[in-house]
């Protein structure tokens, strides 16, 4: 059974920098590919990034050049680092095991301006 664990979130004000993580307990194929997605209060959950089996990664248009996903040598961490960080980047962020779809709790990004 594949576990997801969160951590990393925090306040900060616009241009600050956070890294998330993501610990990854009971790795199987499932957790081949990683993403993380973000909901914000009110609105539909959305990709914000993927890193593939083959270590190649994908941004959404909203991030790109500003989040970078990677994930560490044993696979059991990925990590979302966040620079230039907007108030419109406050939301809740959950990483996902994308071939089994399992999710984590979440932790918050909250940006003020």
């Known amino acids: 059974q594949v576990q997801l664990v969160e951590s990393g979130g925090g306040s900060v004000q616009a241009g600050g920098s956070l890294r998330l993580s993501c610990a990854i307990f009971?790795?199987?194929?499932?957790?081949?590919?990683m993403s993380w997605y973000r909901q914000a209060p009110g609105n539909e959950r959305e990709f914000v990034s993927r890193i593939r089996q083959d270590g190649s990664t994908s941004y959404a248009d909203s991030v790109k050049g500003r989040f970078t996903i990677s994930q560490d040598g044993t696979k059991n961490t990925v990590y979302l680092q966040m620079n230039s960080l907007k108030p419109e980047d406050t939301a809740m962020y959950y990483c996902?095991?994308?071939?089994?779809?399992?999710w984590g709790q979440g932790t918050q990004v909250t940006v003020s301006s």
């Open positions: 009971g790795y199987t194929v499932c957790t081949y590919d």
């Open positions: 996902k095991a994308d071939r089994c779809k399992r």
